[in-house]
Every structure is written in C-alpha cells, then in structure tokens.
Nanobody
Framework: QVQLVESGGGLVQPGGSLNLSCSVSGYIMSIFNHGWYRQAPGNDEREQVAKITVGGVIEYLESVKGRFTISRDTVKNTVALQMNSLRPEDTAFYYC?????????WGQGIQVTVSS
C-alpha cells in the first residue's frame, strides 16, 4: 500500500504563489509515476495538472505550463507542486496521486483558493 498526504494549500491572491507538498509512505518502490490532479467546484471529474515518472519524464496541463513546476525528492519521499502566477481559475481541490502495479492511490486532497 501507498499513503499520500498533501499540505501547503490555502488562500492566495491572484498572481500569488503556493507550494503544495505530498508526503509519500508505504511501498514506495512500487510507484512508477506521481501526479497532481485537481477538481474545481461544480466539476464531477478530476483533471491531471502535472505528472512526473520515476524516470523523470514530466507532463503538464496546457493551462499551467510555465506557471507550475512538479518535482520529486527521493530522499525526503515527497512530491511538490510549485504554483506561481496563480489565477482564479486555478481554484480547486488538489489531490496527490501515485500509480503502482496494484492500482491508483490518492491523497485526501487539499483546497487551493485564488481570490482577491
């Protein structure tokens, strides 16, 4: 099993920055990629914001390219999402995600609100 715990969310003004962190524990060797997803108010589905594989391949949602950066610290067993130039449309519940051979694993989620 893999356990994921997010931290770092909150309220920020447009143009501001937040750094989300995901603490990873459990059977870490089974993970082959990490990601951050978000679910905006009124939406039924989560969208992938960023993904990083254990090989270091990174993908971003088009609307966050150049503003968000995903990174992985294999010593601390954390996955971070640095979010800059935040916009009101980035407001959502953000989830840490990990894929393993046994399936998909999710954190409990954390709220990010971008508002003046």
């Amino acid at each position: 099993q893999v356990q994921l715990v997010e931290s770092g969310g909150g309220l920020v003004q447009p143009g501001g920055s937040l750094n989300l962190s995901c603490s990873v524990s459990g059977y870490i060797m089974s993970i082959f990629n990490h990601g951050w997803y978000r679910q905006a108010p009124g939406n039924d589905e989560r969208e992938q914001v960023a993904k990083i594989t254990v090989g270091g391949v990174i993908e971003y949602l088009e609307s966050v390219k150049g503003r968000f950066t995903i990174s992985r610290d294999t010593v601390k067993n954390t996955v971070a999402l640095q979010m800059n130039s935040l916009r009101p449309e980035d407001t959502a519940f953000y989830y840490c995600h990990a894929s393993t051979c046994s399936g998909r694993h999710w954190g409990q989620g954390i709220q990010v609100t971008v508002s003046s």
